[in-house]
């Protein structure tokens, strides 16, 4: 059953133009949020800088082109790695991709991102000063925002294969 689980390249195809729609529209929210609120929500600038062990020596985010760059890849393909899931969910007959569904998942989705980033934060030697709570709250709607545009963009591109 497995090999007709994975998708082939045409699905493939869809699903990471989905996640990384998804993930732009997100990551713009979460931009749009630290202008709107002035606290620090750059996700892919806190991501890279955490996971680059770069946090500055006043816990301010980096500003190296390293973690940067390791920060967008990362968020990118955990998009990516989310819309795959959602995939299977629906070739198992799980949902199905629908605005209702969108919102089950970025519940879904936002749930995990707040227990991951909690653990993270918690185990991080040397984490950059972030509002968390402010964060955790913001980034847990920002996943209805991703997975509402994940899904249009899944049902968008699956419809011309």
């Not at 998009?79 to 605005?99: M, Q, S, T």
């Not at 209702?100 to 749930?111: C, P």
């Not at 964060?135 to 963009?153: E, G, N």
Request: net charge neutral; with cysteine.
């Amino acid at each position: 059953m497995i090999d007709r689980i994975l998708p082939n390249a045409e699905w493939l195809a869809v699903i990471a133009a989905s996640g990384i729609i998804g993930t732009a529209v997100m990551t713009l929210f979460m931009y749009a949020m630290t202008f709107i609120t002035d606290k620090v929500m750059k996700v892919t600038k806190i991501l890279g800088t955490m996971i680059t062990c770069q946090t500055t020596e006043d816990r301010g985010l980096s500003e190296r082109k390293s973690a940067i760059f390791t920060g967008v890849v990362a968020h990118y393909l955990v998009g990516i790695a989310f819309v795959f899931c959602y995939h299977i969910l629906w070739f198992l007959g799980v949902g199905e991709p629908d605005f209702v569904n969108g919102l089950i998942l970025g519940f879904a989705s936002g749930v995990l991102a707040v227990i991951f980033w909690f653990t993270f934060f918690a185990v991080h030697p040397f984490p950059p000063d972030v509002d968390l709570k402010s964060y955790l709250l913001t980034l847990f709607l920002a996943h209805f925002v991703f997975a509402l545009t994940a899904v249009w963009a899944y049902v968008f591109f699956a419809a011309r294969l």
